[in-house]
């Protein structure tokens, strides 16, 4: 079991360039979701998807779209990057309402 | 507005010499708080979940406690592999899919 896994590991973009985040879970949870971690200010939730077919938004949503592909797939998409997109974002999958499983990250860094 | 306080930011400790990270919240209403230690580079990785206040729950040298409106992380005798990152996130009664994170508390184990 592979858990959840996240592409690309690194990535640098220039002011406007778009992009897209791939996670994926082998774990057959229903909730999937997309945080961004930035020093000093913990994980942040950017969108959630709380079963096949639904979105949702979180805290931190400007930005950013969200497709749940199928039940194992979320993909996060920045459509105009920004420096201040810049963070460590992380992908996490849980049982609806339960304990999250985390990804490895996706570090950003936009110049 | 719900929020977590994690407290201290960053903790050194001797090998052997237990001490205790607070986290503290308020939300609307508790459905869940949850655990999770970080090590540098990586995603999060699930600890504990505490559901009611007076519930205890341990694992090896760790033992986490939760009153109304804190969370207590006790390790006991830590040894430097315990060194990593520990985050706590609560879980509100009115969305099961939306976690508040705090921003950690960063320990150091020295051998």
């Known amino acids: 079991n592979a858990g959840v896994t996240q592409t690309p590991k690194f990535q640098v973009l220039k002011t406007g360039q778009s992009m897209t985040l791939q996670c994926a879970q082998d774990m057959n949870h229903n909730s999937m979701y997309w945080y961004r971690q930035d020093p000093g200010m913990g994980l942040r939730l950017i969108y959630y998807?709380?079963?096949?077919?639904?979105?949702d938004k979180g805290e931190v949503p400007n930005g950013y779209n969200v497709s749940r592909l199928n039940k194992r797939e979320f993909s996060l998409r920045l459509e105009s990057a920004a420096p201040s997109q810049t963070s460590v974002y992380f992908c996490?999958?849980?049982?609806?309402?339960?304990?999250?499983?985390f990804g490895p990250g996706t570090r950003l860094t936009v110049t | 507005e719900d929020q977590v306080t994690q407290s201290p930011e960053a903790l050194r400790l001797q090998e052997g010499e237990s001490s205790s990270l607070n986290c503290s919240y308020t939300?609307?209403?508790?459905?869940?708080l949850f655990w999770y230690r970080q090590d540098p580079g990586k995603g999060p990785e699930f600890l504990f979940t505490l559901y009611s206040a007076g519930e205890e729950k341990e694992k090896e040298r760790l033992k986490a406690t939760l009153t109304k409106k804190e969370s207590f992380l006790h390790i006991t005798a830590p040894k430097p592999e315990d060194s990593a990152t520990y985050l706590c996130a609560v879980q509100a009664s009115d969305n099961f899919n939306k976690f508040y994170f705090g921003s950690g508390t960063k320990l150091n184990v020295k051998p």
């Open positions: 939300v609307s209403g508790l459905r869940g």
């Open positions: 996490a999958s849980s049982e609806w309402g339960y304990e999250q499983y």
């Open positions: 998807s709380a079963s096949e077919g639904t979105t």
